[in-house]
């Protein structure tokens, strides 16, 4: 009796090792268990979501899966708003770290009870805390802007990928004040019902709107083309027409009057603590570069607001058919997305087999867990880019297994040898037969295929997204 005891406990420690592993598979809070996604797709993110859509401009989400790692998760956003539109102002339970990838905007949140304003360019780098007020404005008059950012769930309620709390908004979406009775509105604005009924009943264009045409106010129009500095005067001192323009005016003046008010009253106060500038990814020398490619990471100590959130950001782009070597990431799990080209990417499981192995492309997602060996490889017709966040803001130090700086290298000894069972001589001629490190010449196992090949060749998924700069 006690030997089928002992047997069952074994039996029972197996299969929670199993489900511990089968939780790459599992999207978090999910009790059904999905169908295993076969070695080439396991680490590529392919569950999206729309959470925006207008004629405006809409927000997608990838959700990270991946519930048997102990890591922190990320989930990855990408938002596109047509010329002049705005996303409305909100907060979310989870902090954006925003990249804005094609375009330029203007985005303004509440730091430390005051307005802060920013203009952001291709290539910045900017963070939004989660629960600070923001508004996210396309300024071109043509262009459209494309914006790739990291949602960190870890602060989240769970509801969702994530949850916004509309502060602007009508019908469609609502506000969060709108949810109050009639009389707590009317005595917190000191206004009618009736009043307040036109506040929160006039917005139907939903969370993405128009701002500089027929779907757009008068009062907006007018406030995005001031000068900042102006702006929160303007908002006091604009004198309104007609009676007609008043009426179809007031609800977004009320608006900003409630959600500003301090900044309203006193425009020209001194702010002894000014909120962070941006870090545009474009502008830094690289970490790292051969004739082969090159690699920018940012860490907390080159953005200190990447400290408060724990994310790190990165930057790589490796020539046709060459290839990253070899390596681990010991500190954090890395999340990538594919900017320009085709290419290849491997990672391997802890016991030595098989991962992933399979084909990139423009608009692919993918993340690789924590101690996870990996390595990219561009194709042998052109460039691979990509772009991406990592769960820590300390410096990585990507561990490399292969190259001239490599572990191996720095290990190089008897024991070493040993631990492969062959003479240290042999160990050592192997070890520095490769001459370059961290980016490496054309392998023979650069993918061949040119794009439109690649394109053939690769099934895209029920529900993949497909990016398209």
Known sequence: MGSRVTLLILFLVLCNGVALTMGFWRTKGEDKEEEPLSSDKLFLMMKSKHVAKTDAGEMRVLESYGGGN????????FITMEPRSLFIPQYLDSTLIIFVRSG?????????????KRHLKMGDVYQIPAGSTFYLVNIEESQKLHIICSIDPSESLGIDVFQSFY??????????LSGFEPEILENAFNESGEELQKLFTRQREGPIVHVGDSHATSIWNNFLQLKEEDKLEHIVEE???????????????????SVFGDEIKDTK?????KPPHSCNLYDRKPDFENNYGWSVAVDGSDYSP???????????????GSMMAPHVNPRATEYGIVLKGTGRIQIVFPNGSNAMDTHIKEGDVFFIPRYFAFCQIA??????EFFGFTTSAQRNKPQFLAGATSLMRTMMGPELAAAFGVSEETMRRVVKAQHEAVILPTPRVAPAHTHREELLLHVIPKNHMIMGF
Do not use: C, M
Request: proline share 3%.
């Open 104 to 116: 330029e905007a203007k985005v303004g949140f509440v730091y430390k009870d005051k307005l802060a």
């Open 70 to 77: 102990s890591d922190r998760r990320l989930n990855i956003g």
């Open 239 to 257: 004198e309104i027409g007609d009676e007609e323009e008043q009426q179809r005016n007031w609800s977004w003046r009320k608006l900003l009057e």
């Open 306 to 320: 990447l400290k408060s959130s724990g994310v790190g950001i990165y930057h790589v782009n490796l020539s046709a």
């Open 269 to 273: 106060e001194k702010r002894t603590k």
């Open 379 to 384: 194709s042998r017709s052109e460039p691979l």
């Open 167 to 176: 502060i602007g908004g009508g019908a469609h979406p609502a506000s969060v």
